[in-house]
């Protein structure tokens, strides 16, 4: 079963030249390892996505990550009716990356479906 993700895993996209921290704000109540758990509305630029250093597409010029969706999500659980985010979740930007989970942002064993 994947792991959820909380606010401050650390994210990677294969375009930039360095990682970056989730922050999650989709919700502020439910929790693991005291951290807030993640979930698909935590994708917005520059507030729950920050830059990823520079992008190897628009010739190392400074990240300004477009996020589009986030993919393979959990496929049951999900908090505010929306869905969790987990280990597997990855999240397209419209310059042409694509954003992964490097670091799930807790130490505890929580899993979702």
Not at 22 to 27: G, H, I, M, R
Not at 56 to 68: E, G
Request: charged letters at 25%; glycine letters at 6%.
């Amino acid at each position: 079963m994947p792991q959820k993700i909380t606010e401050s895993a650390q994210l990677k996209c294969d375009k930039g030249t360095t990682p970056s921290f989730l922050q999650v704000t989709s919700q502020d109540f439910s929790k693991a390892d005291d951290k807030l758990i993640a979930t698909e509305e935590d994708k917005k630029a520059n507030e729950n996505i920050r830059p990823f250093g520079s992008c190897k597409l628009k010739y190392y010029q400074t990240c300004n990550p477009q996020p589009i969706n986030w993919q393979n999500t959990a496929s049951k659980d999900t908090i505010n009716e929306f869905k969790i985010l987990t280990e597997k979740s990855t999240c397209l930007c419209s310059i042409g990356g694509k954003i992964s989970i490097d670091n799930v942002g807790h130490s505890e064993k929580h899993g979702a479906e």
